[in-house]
């Protein structure tokens, strides 16, 4: 029996090539500002208009200000990207999303919630967090330049296919802990490269009950173990996140449709090229320490006494020693948000521990929602009275703090503790040292000023 990465995979085969790679089809295609303008000029030099039009979409979010975005971006380069998707999505008859539109946001984070992400699809986009949209049920993956313009061209795309891995988390979930925290257990037990060359399937109790936001977050940190995707089998939790919205299927349609998903799921006698096994008891919340998402330790442990080649230099740039607990240890930024975790459940986990307390004086926080919807949704469900009244502002959607393509940068030597997905050097500002942690353990840092075991707020 194959597994469900053959079953979406070989349902999306045009033709394999000897000794080569195989050309697939591709369901959807999402551009965002900072990897397309190549692939449009590439396009446009061959006389070339898109294949299949009607299943690319546009949206401006790495370079997109999370203030005043009624007015004209400040920064120059910044401006002159989102200017220039929005002229090459008119140009080449596409479907944009602005920035200040109620469709807006981050296209990892808007992508399923539209329902232009569905089980059964293959996803691909200019960035290596596509893997999110393996939640749905999905084959999503991320693509370079060259590769972009080849599925604008053609709706097809030339792939190896990758080995097959079903990583299973059994048991259930303690108190405090995230899938963001299994995520990072995950990346710590494999390190940043040990699915490489692997799709991996999330399987098992603890991902079975993950809420649909849970799911999206595991799988979007699937790149960094270095696994050319994640996703996990669509169930219930799936059919009921996608009902009724926009482009899900309708009617007889929609009957069809959920038909066909519950076939999507690995056979009992199906056979991964690896298969690994986790225990939910032996993960609590979890940080990082160094300067790549696989460095990372549980909340309460210390920093180990010997690593890598990388460890010295990566200890040296983040001003700890190893053997170090870091709990107590003084931050100065937080940053909720980005396409791990800039939805709804993030922020409700977020205000559960605000509520009733205030924002510590030293601590600067970023709070971004992934999308305008995500933000109707905070004021809907008066999160934003609540974080408000604790001294929390509520921002613009936007990649924000995750990256350093627009305004929201942590100054050097800065310790902020964020929800996004990479600790690299600089990668949140030149000199900026990250520490990764769930949106429960940035709240605990946020009104206490030090890093806390959110458990003790809980």
């Known amino acids: 029996m194959n597994t469900l990465f053959d079953k979406i995979w070989d349902a999306h085969v045009v033709q394999v090539v000897d000794d080569g790679p195989t050309q697939l089809y591709i369901d959807q295609l999402y551009c965002h500002e900072v990897t397309s303008p190549q692939a449009f000029e590439g396009m446009r030099a061959r006389g070339l208009q898109c294949f299949r039009p009607k ?10 200000p999370t203030h005043d975005q009624d007015k004209p971006i400040e920064d120059p380069v910044s401006r002159k990207q989102v200017d220039l998707l929005a002229k090459n999505a008119a140009d080449f008859g596409l479907t944009h999303y602005g920035m200040f539109s109620k469709d807006n946001g981050i296209i990892h984070v808007v992508g399923p919630e539209k329902g ?4 059964g699809m293959t996803i691909v986009c200019g960035d290596s967090h596509t893997s999110t949209h393996g939640a749905m049920g999905a084959v999503a993956f991320g693509i370079g330049t060259s590769e972009v313009e080849m599925v604008m061209a053609s709706q097809c795309i030339l792939q190896q296919k990758p080995k097959s891995m079903r990583i299973s988390i059994n048991g259930k979930l303690g108190k405090g802990v995230t899938a963001k925290d299994v995520a990072l257990y995950l990346m710590a037990q494999l390190t940043t490269s040990g ?26 940190l699937s790149i960094e173990m270095g696994a050319r995707g994640g996703f996990i089998a669509p169930d219930e939790v799936t059919f009921d996140y996608v009902k009724g919205k926009e482009y899900a299927p309708k009617g007889e349609d929609w009957d069809k449709a959920v038909a066909y998903w519950k076939t999507l799921k690995s056979g009992d006698d199906a056979v991964f090229d690896k298969e690994l096994a ?27 006494m010997e690593g890598d080649a990388n460890f010295e230099k990566a200890l040296q740039y983040m001003g700890f020693k190893a053997g170090e607990c ?8 937080v940053f909720l948000g980005a396409c791990t975790n800039g939805r709804i459940e993030d922020f409700r986990a977020f205000a559960s521990i605000v509520r009733g307390r205030n924002k510590s004086d030293n601590v600067v926080a970023w709070l971004v929602p992934g999308s305008w919807a995500v933000r109707k949704q905070i004021e809907e469900e008066g999160l934003d009275k609540v974080l408000e009244a604790s001294g929390f502002e509520i921002r613009q959607p936007g990649c924000s703090a995750c ?20 600790n690299f050097e600089g990668r ?31």
């Open 55 to 64: 299943q690319i979409f546009c949206m401006p979010d790495h370079n997109t």
């Open 116 to 119: 232009l992400s569905l089980p």
């Open 195 to 220: 699915a490489t060359g692997y799709f991996v399937e999330y399987a098992g109790d603890v991902v079975k009950a993950l809420s649909m936001e849970g799911r999206l977050t595991l799988c979007n």
């Open 278 to 304: 986790y225990e939910a008891c032996d993960i609590q919340p979890r940080i990082t320490y160094g300067t790549n998402p696989g460095m990372g330790i549980g909340i309460t442990e210390s920093i180990p």
């Open 326 to 333: 870091l709990l107590g240890k003084p931050i100065d930024y």
């Open 403 to 422: 990256l350093a393509m627009n305004d929201d940068k942590v100054p050097s030597g800065k310790y902020a503790v964020s929800t996004s997905n990479r």
């Open 428 to 458: 949140q500002g030149p000199g900026a040292r990250t520490i990764l942690a769930s949106p429960l353990v940035a709240a605990a840092a946020a009104v206490t000023g030090v890093i806390t075991d959110p458990r003790e707020l809980l």
